[in-house]
């Protein structure tokens, strides 16, 4: 795989621009098809904002991924910093561009996203915590962008909600796998240790499994959403067991399970 490509981390990028789908589906319905290019639009410009947001991440860790995560492509040495720099910059203009073509509101969220992202990289990523509530604001906001495209905001907001309590659990798992090189941050594992942050963790996930049901009860979805829905959140019961003895494959489980959840939620309103 090209550095450039494994940099942006494409299925990472994908999910997040499968979010954006999604959300204008349930947002649509039926009326999907009507704002085809908008969709397609706001996927690209999406898929396009989390590879840049994946690349600059890899730029600003690149002296903790020497320990962290040295088969990077920057910690390896296989890219130059100023070429991650570079083709970051290319990809949120190109991202602010398509939503610009998309509408008003989706380029208001387009940059209220990017200021968040770099504020997150210059400032809260440091600050722990606080900086894995940015990114899940983040992944929250790529569902409202979705929702924008289609013109249609009010069934987003339960969805949005789940994505949001599910990436911050996985963000403070990746942080516990990440303890032995974050010697600049003070992440909620170092400030109150590894196995008070996955109960933290833990406690995001049961409250994500317990909404999990909610688009359903209040028929929002199909039916079919159920099976997805439920295989989700088993993922999220196991990676809530496993963070204590192996966070790395718990974090990986959990994106399995959210991207799992994502079907669930396409099915589910293409099914009512």
Known sequence: MHPLIEISRPLTSFMVGLAVVVSAVIGAGAATAEYGAQVILAFVSVLLFASAGNAV?????????????PERPLPSGRIG?????????????????????????????????????????LKLKAMGFIGNVAIAFQTALAFMFGGAAVDSM???????????????????????????????????????????????ASTFFAAAIVLSFLPYQREMLGI?????????????????????????????????????????????????
């Open 57 to 69: 991440n890899d730029y600003v860790d690149r002296k903790t991924d020497k320990v962290n995560h």
């Open 81 to 121: 910093a100023k070429t991650v720099l570079f083709f970051s910059g290319i990809l949120f203009l190109v991202a602010g561009f398509l939503s610009f073509k998309i509408n008003a509101t989706c380029f208001t969220i387009a940059v209220a996203a990017m200021l968040v992202q770099l504020l997150y990289e």
């Open 154 to 200: 009010e069934f987003i907001r339960i969805p949005a909600l789940l994505a949001f309590l599910a990436i911050l659990a996985r963000e403070i798992i990746k942080d516990i796998e990440d303890m032995a090189g974050d010697v600049d941050r003070m992440t909620l594992p170092k400030a109150i240790g590894a196995r008070n942050a996955a109960l933290v």
């Open 224 to 272: 079919i959403y159920l099976p997805f829905a439920v295989f989700a959140d088993l993922t999220f019961v196991y990676a809530s067991a496993m963070q204590f003895k192996n966070p790395k494959r718990a974090r990986v489980v959990a994106k399995y399970g959210m991207l799992a959840a994502m079907v669930g939620f396409l099915v589910g309103k293409l099914g009512v």
